[in-house]
């Protein structure tokens, strides 16, 4: 009951903030600004899904962000190699999905700390994405790529559209199916549920490997928009992850969470960011802001976590 009050709570913290800003600048509430606002937040609202999963297994994946330039780069290469663009696009979310496995794999098998598992595969995902391109972009692409991010459907743009798709399709895991109630369950009490006969290191291998998938996606998407894949991109993508995770009522103790409550973190995040550009706030003031948001948000989940105790 209390999650569920949590959970009202920050929407409508998010139409609070809305309105706040509809107040001091009129040009936040109007179509294009709102379809901008969805677009520019599903890069992030994606990657924050696979960090989802990851939070309620009481882990935490700080690799995403390097991730996703390693998969962004591998595929801007392989389509400068006249691969067709699906295939070139197929092979981005595998580069992505492997290292999300090797993640599972140093965390299950090696016995890592999850921080310290993912902290390394930053460095080294980040590493490689520069010695793949000797630290230059890779760019200009065919329109039939660009489309991905640039085209729309009904006039609304196809990124929101695939960010739409994957929540649908997150919901539905978390929610009715075996890899949701185990995923829950390793969370709430790994050893319960290891117990219970539950394949913990699979689906905590695979819970890491979707993380590094829905990275690899999000490389798709940003590699389509700017025409160029980077080697230093997604830097501090794994904190806008983490926030949007949090502040919708993800517990970092593990075991509970939602992928709505993530839906609605990440668009607080996406209209707290646009609302300072339009204010002229600085992009210093803004990560300040970003920064504390996280911190209040985690002091709320440990209050409640009191509170039901």
Not at 215 to 235: E, K, Y
Request: with cysteine; hydrophobic share 55%; net charge positive.
């Amino acid at each position: 009951m209390i999650y569920y009050g949590r959970q009202f709570g920050t929407l409508i913290g998010l139409l609070a903030l809305c309105l706040a800003l509809w107040i001091l600048t009129p040009h936040f509430l109007t179509v294009s600004n709102l379809l901008n606002i969805a677009q520019q937040t599903s890069i992030n609202a994606i990657i924050a899904v696979g960090m989802t999963f990851v939070i309620i297994t009481a882990g935490i994946d700080l690799s995403v962000g390097s991730i996703l330039a390693l998969s962004g780069v591998v595929m801007a290469t392989t389509l400068k190699a006249g691969v067709p663009w699906p295939i070139a696009v197929l092979v981005g979310l595998l580069v992505g999905f492997f290292c999300g496995i090797v993640n599972g794999f140093l965390i299950t098998r090696g016995k890592l700390p999850p921080f310290i598992s993912t902290l390394g595969m930053m460095s080294v995902a980040r590493g490689v994405a520069l010695m793949f391109t000797e630290g230059r972009p890779v760019s200009g692409f065919s329109d039939q790529f660009r489309f991905i991010a640039n085209g729309e459907w009904f006039h609304v743009p196809l990124p929101v559209i695939v960010m739409i798709g994957v929540y649908l399709l997150a919901h539905f895991l978390l929610t009715r199916t075996k890899l949701g109630r185990y995923t829950y369950a390793i969370g709430g009490n790994e050893e319960a549920a290891l117990l219970s006969g539950v394949n913990v290191n699979f689906y905590k291998t695979v819970v890491y490997g979707l993380c590094g998938l829905l990275s690899g996606l999000a490389a798709v998407i940003l590699t389509a928009r700017l025409n160029s894949a980077q080697p230093i991109a997604g830097i501090m993508y794994e904190l806008d992850a983490i926030a949007a995770t949090v502040i919708g009522g993800t517990s970092l103790m593990g075991g509970e969470g939602s992928i709505v409550g993530t839906l609605i973190g990440a668009l607080i995040m996406g209209v707290l960011r646009n609302g300072l550009n339009l204010l002229g706030v600085s992009s210093f003031i803004q990560q300040t802001v970003i920064g504390s948001v996280i911190i209040l948000a985690v002091l709320i989940d440990m209050a409640l976590k009191k509170q039901k105790k």
